[in-house]
RNA sequence: GUGGGUGUAGCUCAGCAGGUUAGAGCACCGGGUUGUGGCCCCGGAGGUCGAGGGUUCGAUUCCCUUCACUCACCCCA
């Protein structure tokens, strides 16, 4: 039996890469004029740094993280998010002492251990941005606007942005009572599995898709309303400021963020298009984070994208090859292809495309194969051509030819192609 | 972890109410052009019919088990 990839860890062909890398650069671009500068970090970590900031009760650390002990017997864990990590590398480098270094994005695998589907892998890569020391509203505002700047530069057909405040401890501790109690009168109505959240986690059930949970909770107290004075303006602000940025957004009570540590504005950003998996990309303000990890009491923000969605909503041509000139050189006999062999090395070194067929085949395959690699160009050499003196180009679309000199070769090639 | 769907050539899929050499399209290789791609024509190569077991004279086809892939639940990007 060959041995596969794991189960929910792909491989990315190169027919597809080019998208990637048109992902990634857009990312860069786009980023770095709004001020965000790429930080790199680990994809291994202490298993504590996660199962503190995301949360001990939630999925991702009770049941989806890829943890084992390495040599030394230190608990280690395949990171599930980027978040932690940044705020982690943030605190240990000090970088509040340095103003400069406010806003990050960085990009890579995450690993987290589900059941996979479309639009949902065990490897899979996110685009995470992180600002801290920021807590004006104006910069939820900003964040969100990349966040759409990004997705429409890419041509992401079809997003909605949701928008929820979750307030603050202060409000969420008096709602929380408030809510356990009106679920306590109904709870022989809920189904199964919320009858389980309503002790570990209540404001899960608001995620419910079972119809008789719906009803029910558009009956529930709504944390929405029940938001503090601070929040309540807050959150204002933050509406305020994506109106003047001609921003559209639905306001989506129900919108439950999956991660402990999120407070204050949360959102996402949906699309119809990808079944079950329809956030593309998500985030919102983490203001408690930095200070429960051990670092300064600063504010934060900030968003994943989830890079293997996104593929899957890029048109189809997409990050193809452009269309600059590639020069195939097809050699006949052993003299031509002693001749041929350091000449290619010579053109690419002079920068062009150049591709060449190292087995002897007839002219015929040499050419099939030219065509087949898009080559704009093929040089052929071969006994006629060498006796003459010269060497035959091809223009691939046009079916023109002509002969040149292999006195000067070089600069003509670089003439016609570059 | 739970449920549904699907496993036949590199890819997309036919087929078989059990029967002898398992098919198509695309892709690949070669020829038609002693040295010229795409289109066309001709030919070739490529399959333990996912794996194991059972029923049967005979199983790709029926039954059981198992594995893989996939979609959905859960949760999330």
């Keep these: 039996m060959a041995i596969r990839a794991i189960k929910g860890i792909n491989d990315i062909l190169p027919d597809v890469v080019g998208k990637w890398q048109l992902v ?19 994809i291994l970590e202490k298993t504590e740094l996660f199962s503190r900031s995301i949360g001990e009760s939630t999925d991702i650390v009770e049941k989806e993280m890829y943890t084992f002990p390495d040599r030394n017997g230190q608990l ?7 978040t932690a990590s940044v705020v982690r590398a943030f605190i240990q480098h000090k970088l509040h002492l340095q103003p400069a270094m406010r806003k990050f994005y960085t990009m890579g695998p995450m690993f987290r251990h589900e059941r996979p589907q479309k639009g949902r892998y065990r490897q899979f890569h996110q ?25 429409e530069e890419l041509k992401i057909p079809r997003i909605k942005l949701h928008l929820n405040s979750m307030g603050c401890p202060d409000c969420r501790l008096p ?11 109904v709870r022989d109505k809920l189904c199964s599995d919320c009858q389980r959240r309503r002790l570990s986690n209540p404001l899960r059930i608001f995620d419910c898709k079972v119809d008789s949970c719906g009803k029910l909770v558009d009956k529930a107290p709504v944390l ?25 957004y639905t306001i989506d009570p129900f919108m439950v963020r999956g991660l402990d540590y999120y407070n204050r504005t949360t959102f996402e950003a949906i699309t119809p298009l990808l079944g079950a998996q329809d956030a593309v990309g998500g985030g ?15 504010p934060a923000t900030g968003f994943a994208i989830g890079m293997e969605r996104l593929i899957l909503l ?12 590639r020069l195939f050189v097809a050699c006949l006999g052993e003299e031509a292809k002693k001749k041929g062999f350091p000449l290619v090395q010579q053109l690419r070194l002079s920068g062009l495309t150049v591709e060449m067929d190292y087995e002897s085949k ?7 194969r030219a065509d087949k690699l898009e080559a704009t160009h093929v040089l052929i050499l071969g006994d006629d051509e060498l006796a003459k003196g010269v060497a035959t180009m091809r223009n691939m679309e046009a079916s023109t030819q002509e002969e040149i000199p292999l006195e000067g070769l070089v600069e003509q090639l670089l003439r016609r192609l570059q």
Excluded: W
């Design 175 to 185: 709602f929380r009572q408030s809510l356990a109690d009106y679920l306590e009168g």
């Design 76 to 82: 280690l864990t395949l990171r599930p998010e980027a």
């Design 24 to 42: 990634e650069s857009v990312a860069r671009r786009i980023f770095s004029k709004f001020g965000y500068q790429e930080i790199r970090i680990p």
């Design 314 to 325: 890029l048109d189809d041509k997409a990050g193809a090859l452009k269309d600059s000139n």
């Design 284 to 298: 919102g303000r983490y203001d408690g984070l930095m200070k429960m990890l051990g670092g300064p009491d600063l």
């Design 224 to 248: 929405l309303n029940h938001l503090c004075r601070e929040c309540e303006k807050n959150f204002q602000s933050v509406k305020d400021h994506l109106d003047s940025l001609a921003v559209a």
């Design 127 to 151: 685009i995470n941005v992180e600002v801290f020391a920021m807590d004006d509203p104006m910069v939820d505002a900003e964040v969100i606007y990349m966040l759409l700047v990004f997705l």
């Design 362 to 368: 007839s002219l015929k395959a040499q050419m099939r």
